[in-house]
């Protein structure tokens, strides 16, 4: 279970609702949760409480525009006014520099999932010192020519209402678009999950499902072209230990190949520890889909594996 929550103030202004377990037995490491995309940090408890057991801290927080989070210039749905990208940034390090502090010494790896994964990939790129592992579940940072339209789409939508409003055909073309592709579906959000437990649990909560704003959807895509570029990726280095994950059945990673899209570019930039899992009957939400257990593991190992390294190395 996630203690109670805490309310932490971040330099950029935001109040940070952030949720936490503590590890449980002999302390291993420290696991920053980064969710997705018109959800929140609370949706990451059972994924937190198991990783509890198995020695590690976990910090989970609302990104900006999400959750119970709260900032002066960021209402649900959007970053911020402006410079979005580096102020959610800015407060993924927020947390991680407050774990730290309050678990010295110990490594610290940062997980994401979709959107969250657009944002460790990049924070982890813009402070490469701070983390000593990063994962990167469902997330696509090859949105290629249809990409580029959307931008295009955006910056016309920008000009002609404003970037504070939700976007009007952007959800049509992701969200509504991937509902549609599930064969026999029952819900437009049956492509989050085989578990209609879990689909109807997304629908019910008030604080899911909603429409980003135009900033909000450029800021992704900032976050999509930016973080796989060659230079970006050269800022890591070339050891730094990252986990993979895709759905085969996943509308939004293109079934799982932007996922494999993602390792290639890694590797022929250089990286040389890539962990890449597909799972192939599992859709977006492989944390809420069957077949759970196998990858929460599967990651939990990983885990253990890059801190016990990075413990050794520090003794």
């Not at 959750?67 to 210039?73: E, H, N, S, V, W």
């Not at 947390?95 to 959107?115: K, Q, T, Y």
């Amino acid at each position: 279970m996630f203690d109670e929550m805490r309310r932490v103030s971040s330099p950029t202004g935001a109040t940070l609702a952030l949720y936490g377990v503590t590890a449980s037995g002999e302390e291993r490491g420290i696991v920053l949760l980064s969710h997705g995309l018109s959800e929140h940090a609370a949706r990451y408890e059972r994924f937190a409480t198991f990783l509890a057991t198995r020695g590690f801290h976990v910090y989970a927080h609302d990104h900006r525009g999400h959750g119970l989070t709260t900032a002066p210039d960021a209402p649900l749905g959007r970053f911020s006014a402006r410079d979005g990208v580096a102020n959610v940034v800015r407060d993924v390090c927020a947390i991680r520099d407050l774990a730290a502090e309050e678990h010295p010494g110990l490594p610290i790896v940062l997980f994401g999932h979709s959107m969250g994964g657009l944002i460790a990939l990049n924070t982890v790129e813009a402070e490469p010192s701070l983390f000593d592992g990063v994962a990167v579940w469902n997330s696509n940072f090859n949105p290629g020519i249809a990409g580029r339209g959307g931008q295009a789409i955006l910056a016309i939508e920008k000009m002609l209402k404003g970037s504070d409003v939700p976007s009007g055909l952007l959800p049509q073309l992701t969200f509504a678009t991937w509902g549609k592709s599930i064969s026999g579906g029952k819900t437009p959000f049956d492509w989050l999950s085989h578990d209609e437990a879990e689909v109807a649990k997304y629908i019910a909560d008030p604080l899911c499902g909603f429409d980003a704003s135009v900033s909000l959807w450029i800021d992704l895509f900032s976050m999509a072209y930016g973080g796989a570029s060659a230079a970006q990726l050269a800022r890591l280095s070339p050891m730094l230990p990252v986990h993979l994950v895709g759905g085969g059945e996943d509308p939004a990673t293109n079934r799982a190949r932007e996922t494999a899209w993602l390792a290639k570019r890694m590797e022929t930039c250089g990286m040389r520890d890539v962990t890449t899992r597909i799972y192939p009957t599992m859709r977006h939400e492989t944390l809420n889909d069957v077949g759970r257990e196998a990858a929460m593991a599967d990651f939990a190992g990983w885990c253990e594996r890059v801190c016990a390294q990075q413990n050794t190395a520090k003794v």
